[in-house]
């Protein structure tokens, strides 16, 4: 059976993120479209594992590193 409590906190946690790297994450070293594919939360909603994708001419790699380093202010 399918928790849709949890559910749908993912797709708040994904939109808010997407949110997140659209407005406020300035990082001139970026360049590339960043979007948001899913996100899993554990059920006792401690963690949240975030999958995203990237098109333009930045490395995979090097998005991931930068937001990452942005984390703290993500969760922020």
């Known amino acids: 059976m399918k928790n849709v409590r949890l559910e749908r906190i993912n797709s708040e946690i994904a ?3 997407q949110a997140i790297i659209d407005n ?3 990082d001139p070293q970026i360049d590339a479209l960043i979007s ?3 996100v ?3 059920p ?7 999958y995203i994708t990237s098109m ?5 790699a ?3 590193a930068r ?10």
């Open 44 to 50: 006792y909603l401690a963690y949240s594992r975030v």
């Open 62 to 64: 090097e998005i991931v």
């Open 24 to 26: 406020n994450i300035r």
């Open 40 to 42: 899993d939360t554990t």
């Open 67 to 76: 937001l990452k380093g942005a984390g703290g202010f993500i969760r922020g």
């Open 36 to 38: 948001v594919l899913h």
């Open 56 to 60: 333009g001419n930045t490395p995979t």
């Open 15 to 17: 939109a808010a993120i």
